[in-house]
Every structure is written in C-alpha cells, then in structure tokens.
C-alpha cells in the first residue's frame, strides 16, 4: 500500500515563506501529484498540482506565490510558499493519482499568524 508522507508546515508570520514536500513510500510514479487545503469551516479546495509531463495548475489566490514542483527521481513533490497570507492557514494534504485512483497524505497543518 502507497503512503504519501508530508512534511515542512507549521507556524510562519504573515509575508513568511513556508516549503512543504511529500514523498511516496514505497516510490511510486502518479501521473499528477499536487496539493490541497481545507481550512476550517470550507470545502478540501486544489491549491496546485502538476502533472508527469511538468504542467502545472494553481488555484487563483496563490498565483504568483506558491510555486509546485516535482522531483521525479525521488518521487517527491513540493509547495513553495511565500508571502504567506492568514487566509492561507488550512491543513494541506499532498495528493497524487494513479491508474485512475486518488491517494492523500494525512495532511499537515500551516498557520499563518503574528
């Protein structure tokens, strides 16, 4: 059984930087990978994803800020984060699909505060 182990959230001021990575284990190759966030009280919303082929979709409130990448090597994809807002605290969940099946982290939470 895949797992998709998260790592890199936690506590940041706002305007601060955070990275988050994930990582399958055992290594797996999805088709697309990305990261989601729910905040609380909202809906699990797509924040970033990319696809094998290195296309990348984000959502319109962190264009400019966040940026995802993958390392296929290693199987890992990443959220850079910057200028970190408030309305950016969720717990993020890393996300990745194969043969048509989705599989997700158990999330990790960031939280932007002074």
């Known amino acids: 059984q895949v797992q998709l182990v998260e790592s890199g959230g936690g506590l940041v001021q706002p305007g601060g930087s955070l990275r988050l990575s994930c990582a399958s284990r055992p290594i797996w190759r999805f088709s697309a990978m990305g990261w989601y966030r729910q905040a609380p009280g909202k809906e699990r919303e797509l924040v970033a994803d990319i696809s094998n082929g290195g296309s990348t979709n984000y959502e319109d409130s962190v264009k400019g800020r966040f940026t995802i990448s993958m390392d296929s090597a290693k199987n890992t994809v990443y959220l850079q984060m910057s200028s970190l807002k408030s309305d950016d605290t969720a717990v993020y969940y890393c996300?990745?699909?194969?043969?048509?099946?989705?599989?997700w982290g158990q999330g990790t939470q960031v939280t932007v505060s002074s």
């Open positions: 996300w990745g699909r194969k043969w048509g099946n989705d599989y």
